[in-house]
């Protein structure tokens, strides 16, 4: 039948009536009829309609009936497409590459929450703006953003009636008309769901602008503005309509239904999820649609995944695991998936099926991830024209993307790209991982890396190590006993233990994997051989090099602005301490040398050497006797550090207990007549409030507050068996008495480790 709508059509041969003719079982047309407007006659003449078709207009994709009967295929056609509009569908459990289903989704509260308070404000009539893009890379969880947006919005009390967000994956269109059939789905399921004011709608609709200046969607939308509801219709995947010519007439009808919700200004938003690595060329109908509509929209921008995300993420991961990720692992694929979600997802499956196939966490680690069996996954299912223009791509990455696509056609380009295989960051190309380039070229993958910075001084883990090692299994609270520190101070060790991978947490009970002292020694040397600031050091060539080296090296890699500058200082030297009490450095004369093969028993020996260095120190403890005042030591490591590093000036001067207290507070190193500075002030004071005598003298006091020099100075003596004269326990006691005092006074000058 006739629509009740006809458009007049001024052409230079004339004017013509186009009047659609409504399939009344669709309740849409895909055929129109022409009259000519001065004489009312049909057009029948093919050649003619055809001539009227080619002038751009509304429906130019639809069937132009002469004298032959309607093909009913068309109608057929586009009966099928508006049963294949599908809402964007999720994966079916965690570890399906799909979008991410709602339960499994973590991250990105803050856009999501950005999106709702755009929404409120559309919906309390306080924004003029009717759409919205969500746009990123490929693989940044455009479409998982989406189905978590429609999600929140159906569980929730405060949004489930105000909202109704239908997202439709675009990749089903098959004609122009597809903008419109997604809304006449959209109005339908809301309808459905009774989120609208009827359960049934009977619309002969001909164009996007019939369908929704229709007196029942009109109804429609005003009962929404009335209640306080807004639809909203997300187009997923929008991009992938770019690369079919036949769907270009599309982006004509999408430029119409943007003008006519613009122009409504009513509950109803619309929104595309949007890819960024693509190249639209200038003549693209799409590139003009998206430039036109850039002041129109409001823009939401997916970045790389911060930190709290990924370590979310990875604990997604662990409980689908039904096991803690182990602390190596979990720090690899922290480091590795470069912020990106799709590749810590990809990394996650890959060692989730290891793990299922029975390896345990420790094996595949061990074994490098077996990386190599994803990278064989990943070039055998390319084509070996890809396979090459991977291979032109890793020789010269960063490759040049036009140069690339010069030779190899940009839709493959493009492929690689949507496979993740291939990142394009504005006009250059490089593979997804460094580690996957090396394989493409050289069929190698490098070591698993070490970037951990331990939490503990090298002396405080040794102390628990070591304790363990005689003891046997040990709680907490037991090991804290044993050496005389805090559980909190347990807790830092043992998250150096697990990531050393020497100790294992087994409820509350510690267990030390290696057997002797030797064994410990030489399993932390061969990880400490791992970490990145080593093999860059070995990398250099340097045969012998200096602190400032080292910490350049250390600083390059270390680039989180989140940390302040003196808390990366502290970290670097605490790190260049274990490196050399590993025996992994070696200084001498005021230079260090790397040394690429130690021996357990070189580390033995700094252990036991540098517990003795300073005339106060002795044993195998972490001893601090108070050689002399806060304010004295602070002068002298203020001088050292200004660059006054002669000890022999500095003794003459008076300064020779302030440095023996430096000394054994870890924040000088002696060579020689040299001294200069390992570490902040602040943390050779954390360093001195953790000393197994500041923390037992500390506890004494707490017991009993008004406690005096001399006593103090016989349970110091008792307490690491010291045999004292009367004048030397009285020194040491009050000696203790001032530095815990200082210590309790001035917490601000402490960087608690």
Not at 103 to 108: H, I, L, T
Not at 439 to 448: A, D, M, R
Not at 481 to 500: G, P, Q, R
Not at 650 to 655: E, I, T
Request: glycine content about 6%; some cysteine; charged content about 25%.
């Amino acid at each position: 039948m006739a629509g009740d709508d006809a458009t007049l059509m001024c052409t230079s041969s004339g004017m013509y009536w186009i009047i659609p003719v409504v399939d009344p079982a669709l309740g849409m047309s895909s055929t129109v009829l022409a009259f000519d407007a001065v004489y009312g006659k049909r057009i029948t003449s093919t050649e003619q309609l055809n001539n009227l078709k080619a002038h751009k207009n509304s429906f130019s994709s639809f069937q132009w009936l002469g004298s032959e009967s309607i093909d009913s295929k068309q109608t057929e056609l586009l009966a099928e497409e508006y049963r294949n509009i599908v809402p964007v569908i999720s994966g079916d459990d965690w570890s399906d590459y799909r979008p991410a289903r709602p339960e499994d989704f973590v991250g990105r509260a803050k856009i999501l929450a950005d999106m709702l308070e755009f929404l409120e404000c559309v919906n309390d009539g306080n924004s003029r703006t009717r759409l919205f893009s969500i746009k990123a890379p490929s693989g940044m969880g455009k479409s998982s953003v989406v189905l978590k947006l429609a999600s929140l919005v159906t569980k929730s009390r405060k949004y489930s009636k105000k909202f109704f967000v239908y997202a439709v994956d675009v990749r089903t269109a098959m004609s122009a008309r597809y903008a419109e059939m997604a809304i006449k789905s959209c109005f339908s399921e809301a309808d459905s769901q009774g989120f609208t004011d009827v359960t049934t709608r009977d619309i002969n609709s001909t164009t996007v602008s019939q369908y929704l200046n229709d007196s029942s969607i009109q109804k429609t939308l005003e009962y929404l503005k009335q209640q306080g509801k807004t639809i909203v219709i997300v187009f997923d995947q929008f991009e992938e309509l770019f690369s079919q010519r036949g769907l270009y007439p599309l982006f004509d009808n999408m430029r119409v239904l943007c003008n006519e919700i613009d122009a409504l200004q009513g509950p109803l938003v619309l929104g595309f999820a949007w890819k960024t690595d693509l190249t639209i060329p200038a003549d693209h109908p799409a590139y003009y649609l998206w430039s036109n509509l850039a002041d129109r929209r409001k823009e939401f921008e997916l970045s790389q995944f911060k930190a709290t995300e990924i370590k979310s993420a990875i604990k997604l991961f662990g409980r689908h695991l039904q096991e803690p990720v182990n602390p190596i692992l979990n720090n690899y694929l922290t480091k590795q998936c470069q912020g990106y979600p799709w590749l810590l997802k990809k990394l996650c499956i890959h060692v989730f099926k290891l793990i299922h196939d029975g390896n345990s966490q420790d094996y595949v680690i061990g074994q490098r991830l077996n990386i190599v069996d994803l990278f064989e996954r990943d070039i055998s299912e390319l084509t070996p024209d890809q396979h090459a223009c991977v291979i032109e791509i890793a020789k010269s990455s960063p490759a040049d993307y036009f140069s690339i696509t010069e030779t190899y056609g940009s839709d493959m380009v493009q492929t690689l790209i949507n496979g993740r295989i291939v990142i394009r960051r504005a006009s250059k190309l490089t593979l997804y991982w460094d580690i996957f380039r090396d394989y493409v070229l050289n069929k190698t993958v490098p070591e698993l890396m070490l970037d951990y910075i331990p939490q503990q001084q090298f002396r405080t883990d040794m102390r628990a190590f070591l304790r363990l090692i005689d003891k046997g299994d040990l709680t907490s609270s037991e090991l804290g006993s044993e050496l005389s520190i805090s559980t909190s101070t347990i807790d830092n060790i043992m998250i150096d233990a697990v990531m050393f991978g020497v100790a294992q947490r087994n409820s509350n009970t510690i267990h030390i994997i290696p057997d002797s002292k030797e064994a410990l020694f030489s399993t932390l040397q061969a990880i400490f051989k791992k970490h990145t600031v080593y093999v860059e050091i070995k990398k250099s060539g340097l045969e012998y090099f200096d602190y400032s080296h080292f910490a350049k090296i250390f600083h390059t890699i270390y680039t989180d602005n989140n940390i302040n500058g003196k808390t990366k200082a502290t970290y670097c030297s605490k790190l260049y301490n274990w490196f050399v009490c590993l025996g992994l450095f070696e200084e001498v004369q005021g230079q260090t040398h790397l040394i690429s093969a130690p021996s357990a028993k070189s580390a033995v020996f700094n252990l036991e050497t540098r517990s003795r260095r300073g005339r106060y120190q002795s044993g195998g403890q972490n001893l601090f006797w108070g050689q002399t005042s806060p304010e004295k030591m602070i002068r002298a490591y203020n001088l050292i550090d200004s660059g006054r590093t002669n000890y022999n000036e500095l003794k003459s001067d008076g300064y020779r207990n302030a440095i023996e207290a430096l000394v054994a507070a870890h924040a000088i190193r002696k060579s020689g007549d040299e001294v200069h500075t390992i570490c902040s002030l602040s943390q050779a004071f954390a360093n001195i409030e953790q000393s197994d005598t500041i923390v037992f003298a500390k506890s004494l006091l707490e017991g009993n507050p008004s406690i005096r020099s001399d006593e103090m100075g016989i349970k110091l003596e008792e307490k690491f068996f010291k045999k004292w004269k009367s004048g030397s326990r009285i020194r040491y006691g009050n000696a203790l008495i001032v530095w815990v005092k200082y210590l309790a006074a001035n917490d601000y000058k402490i960087a608690k480790a």
